[in-house]
């Protein structure tokens, strides 16, 4: 098993930043670590992902060049850096960890996750 745990969420205007924590316990080692968001009305969106093994992450067309992923092994923590926020990155952010250990592929689809954070609001203003 594994938990998770987002914070950081909040109220930003437009071109803004916030820094999104996802403090990950229990059996993550060789798990993919992924990103999501659902804005109301939509379907759960990939942000982005930290592959196991080499720690390159890779992210959703949409987030591109405006959305960072990193890992602090010591505190067990993945970060979601946000810059450039638009107000369409308004969603519930949640961090995942894949159901698959040692996945071959990149882990995009939110069913390929088995444990999932309580997720953090982020609101972008225009």
């Known amino acids: 098993q594994a938990q998770l745990v987002e914070s950081g969420g909040g109220l930003v205007q437009a071109g803004g930043s916030l820094r999104l924590p996802c403090a990950a316990s229990g059996r993550t080692f060789g798990y993919e670590i992924g990103w999501f968001r659902q804005a109301p009305g939509k379907e759960r969106e990939f942000v982005g992902a930290t592959t196991w093994s080499s720690e390159i992450p890779y992210y959703a067309d949409s987030v591109r060049g405006r959305f960072a992923i990193s890992r602090n092994k010591d505190k067990n923590t993945d970060y979601l850096q946000m810059n450039n926020l638009k107000p369409e990155d308004t969603a519930v952010y949640y961090c995942?960890?894949?159901?698959?250990?040692?996945?071959?592929?990149?882990?995009?689809?939110?069913?390929?996750?088995?444990?999932w954070g309580q997720g953090t609001q982020v609101t972008v203003s225009s």
């Open positions: 995942a960890r894949s159901r698959k250990l040692i996945p071959s592929n990149e882990v995009r689809a939110h069913d390929e996750y088995e444990y």
